[in-house]
């Protein structure tokens, strides 16, 4: 569980040093380039070393490039939610994947609906709005302040949420690692293609901005590799110690970034994060 907890924190750096980065010249493209090609080859190599085969079915291969260009969208929407509003609510708002992914599966059939399963969702969903502090004397203007990043980073959860699904249904079949390392390699190769095509690449302009983009790699890099090796030695339900990733988030960013919250805010995350793995420790 505590390494879970480290596993989260890494994640979450990886968010505050992708908003130094923005706050310093880079742009979403370079910075998404940068992490997904930094991982690709690492699990590259992780697999060669652990003698994982890296062949795809012919019938799978599709479906990864599917989950492959959802991630790529992922990944730029939340990055491009991080470099609007404070990186803790962007990730919040991002956290609604796995109650989406829970409808998605009732809309589609592959599970019946649970009336318990409401609960978490309805209590999510307030401490949403208190984190976002849309409050209702101000709302008009509260949410025009943030419209844009949490728009961003709504679309980011819909991404996830459909990946979510082809992983456990279509690509289910497939290594874990193989999985990551496809979607992962076909994030890298659409961003940076579609970055030079359109002139998105921006470079940090000072050391600062390069120390962020560097270690935004590193962080998701190490987040992602101690999860792959301590995920197989936990029971299911260790894994809502994840969802401690956006009140790591809150706190670095106030201890580095000077991002200040309400009280009420606190408790909307704190609220949120508990609702989700509520929801998820029971659907278990």
């Known amino acids: 569980m505590l390494i879970l907890l480290g596993v989260a924190s890494a994640f979450a750096s990886n968010h505050l040093c992708a908003r130094i980065a923005f706050d310093h010249g880079a742009s979403v493209a370079a910075a998404v380039s940068v992490r997904a090609t930094f991982t690709a080859l690492l699990l590259l190599v992780v697999m060669r070393l652990q003698g994982i085969p890296l062949a795809i079915p012919r019938e799978l291969r599709g479906k990864t490039l599917l989950a492959g260009l959802l991630?790529?969208?992922?990944?730029?929407?939340?990055?491009?939610?991080?470099?609007?509003?404070?990186?803790?609510?962007?990730?919040?708002?991002f956290q609604t994947s796995p109650m989406l992914y829970v409808l998605l599966t009732w809309a589609l059939g592959k599970e019946r609906p649970r009336w318990s399963a409401l609960a978490p969702m309805l209590l999510a969903l307030a401490g949403l709005a208190l984190a976002l502090n849309l409050r209702p004397e101000h709302l008009d203007a509260d949410w025009a302040a943030i419209r844009a990043g949490v728009g961003w980073a709504f679309a980011s959860g819909l991404s996830m949420t459909v990946v979510y699904y082809l992983n456990a249904?279509?690509?289910?079949?497939?290594?874990?690692?193989?999985?990551?390392?496809?979607?992962?390699?076909?994030?890298?190769?659409?961003?940076?293609?579609?970055?030079?095509?359109?002139?998105?690449?921006?470079?940090?302009?000072?050391?600062?901005?390069?120390?962020?983009?560097?270690?935004?790699?590193?962080?998701?890099?190490?987040?992602?590799?101690?999860?792959?090796?301590?995920?197989?030695?936990?029971?299911?339900?260790?894994?809502?110690?994840?969802?401690?990733?956006?009140?790591?988030?809150?706190?670095?960013?106030?201890?580095?970034l000077g991002i200040t919250v309400t009280p009420l805010q606190i408790v909307g995350a704190l609220l949120t994060v508990s609702a989700i793995a509520w929801l998820g420790v029971s659907k278990r």
């Open 169 to 256: 249904n279509a690509l289910k079949p497939l290594d874990g690692r193989l999985r990551t390392f496809a979607m992962t390699a076909v994030t890298a190769i659409l961003v940076i293609v579609a970055g030079a095509a359109t002139g998105a690449h921006a470079l940090p302009r000072d050391g600062a901005g390069w120390a962020g983009i560097l270690l935004l790699a590193v962080f998701y890099c190490v987040a992602m590799i101690s999860l792959f090796f301590v995920l197989p030695h936990l029971p299911s339900t260790s894994t809502a110690a994840l969802n401690f990733e956006p009140i790591a988030l809150l706190v670095l960013g106030w201890l580095i």
């Open 71 to 93: 991630i790529a969208s992922q990944s730029y929407c939340l990055y491009s939610a991080v470099a609007l509003i404070p990186p803790a609510l962007a990730l919040l708002v």
